[in-house]
């Protein structure tokens, strides 16, 4: 199998996030050196791992709820996305800082995400039981 066979849009997404982030880097340092080059490129490389942890755990969230037979209009999918943009918004507006806005968002996704599969895990379980 060839190489252009095996890649994905996803690994576009993920240079293009890691080009980003060199560059955003490098436009901060003023003056390109060694130093700011390899600081750039390890600035870019920390801004990929955040995306691929972030948008690749809420990309997976709802591929599986997906393809577990659900839709993406459902109520216990949306559920975790609004409580998250909910307190993402309080929380950046309460600190003023919208670094703490998204982390606080991001954890209230996945702590009710996993509630949500919890209960429906049980919900599920109890339904087969009794059938």
């Known amino acids: 199998m060839a ?7 996803w690994h576009a997404l ?3 996030v ?3 982030g060199t560059g955003v880097s490098l436009s901060r340092a003023g003056t390109v ?10 600035s870019g490389l920390v801004g990929l791992v955040l995306f691929q942890f972030t948008v690749g ?6 591929v599986e709820y997906y393809n577990a037979g659900g839709s993406w209009t459902d109520l216990p999918f949306l559920t975790p996305f609004g409580l998250a943009a909910v307190a993402g918004v309080a929380a950046g507006v309460r600190t003023g800082s919208v670094g703490v806005g998204a982390w606080v968002a991001f954890w209230v996704f996945v702590l009710v995400a996993a509630a949500v599969a919890l209960g429906t895990w049980l919900l599920v379980g109890y339904r087969e039981a009794g059938a």
């Open 3 to 9: 190489l252009r066979d095996r890649l994905r849009p």
């Open 18 to 20: 890691l080009l980003a």
């Open 14 to 16: 993920m240079v293009l």
């Open 57 to 62: 755990n809420v990309w997976g969230y709802a």
């Open 33 to 42: 050196t060694g130093e700011t080059l390899l600081r750039a490129l390890l």
